[in-house]
């Protein structure tokens, strides 16, 4: 499953506002010395894919087996971007400082 809160789907309602809607990635990306964090992307769906539309034509897509392990995620905003939150375990335990600072443990930090 796959929630949004109020500040995240303003953003990307906002962000969509003059362009043509397309569905968002939640994927896993490579940190760096940080380690790997959930992330968005625009992007397609396909066959490997759950999808969650969540209203206000946003759709979001999930690798089956990502979203097995990761759910659920909750997507919100933070000063520095979007946050992903999920059940997933990634080790982000402070990495080599700098970076998102401030995340801590949370399941990722600063998306998109």
């Known amino acids: 499953m796959v929630s949004i809160t109020q500040a995240a789907r303003e953003e990307l309602v906002k962000f969509f506002e003059d362009k043509d809607v397309s569905p968002i990635r939640i994927y896993l990306a490579p940190g760096g010395c940080s380690g790997p964090r959930l992330s968005l992307a625009l992007d397609k769906a ?7 539309d969540l209203g206000d034509n946003l759709t979001f897509v999930v690798d089956k ?24 375990d990634l080790g982000n335990e402070g990495g080599c400082g700098g970076g998102c600072g401030g995340c801590g443990s949370s399941s990722s930090c600063c998306g998109s």
């Not at 396909?46 to 969650?52: A, I, L, Q, V």
């Not at 087996?65 to 997933?88: H, R, W």
């Open 65 to 88: 087996n990502l979203c097995a392990k990761a759910q659920p995620i909750t997507i919100d905003m933070s000063y520095a971007g979007f946050v992903l939150e999920s059940s997933l």
């Open 46 to 52: 396909n066959e490997s894919d759950d999808s969650f």
